[in-house]
């Protein structure tokens, strides 16, 4: 067994219920399989969205972004949670590792 990393956007009222958006959208598009290397492998989220902003103010939208997602993969792992933020009104960016 594996591992990939992810990086995808998703809408909702509120990171939790976005995130619950892609994991059905990937649970709908790959299946139920444990180890079917999307988001739905992951255990759930945590709200960085407070670092992303910071990185964005310093580093404007591209590099802050990228450095953002850098630290994201850096610091999550397959099975565990994987870190989100509001990127727009009611989007929000996942990145993390996904079980293949």
Do not use: H, P
């Not at 964005?56 to 450095?67: A, M």
């Not at 397959?78 to 590792?97: E, H, I, T």
């Amino acid at each position: 067994m594996g591992a990939r990393t992810f990086i995808e956007e998703s809408e909702g009222k509120n990171i939790y219920i976005a995130y619950s958006n892609a994991v059905g959208d990937a649970l709908y598009g790959y299946g139920r399989d444990q180890y079917n290397g999307t988001i739905s492998t992951t255990s759930g989220v945590l709200d960085r969205t407070k670092l992303l902003k910071e990185f964005v103010d310093d580093l404007g939208v591209r590099d802050g972004r990228n450095k953002w997602v850098r630290l994201a993969i850096d610091n999550t792992e397959k099975y565990s949670d994987c870190w989100g933020a509001r990127v727009g009104d009611d989007m929000y960016l996942f990145v993390g590792w996904a079980v293949t």
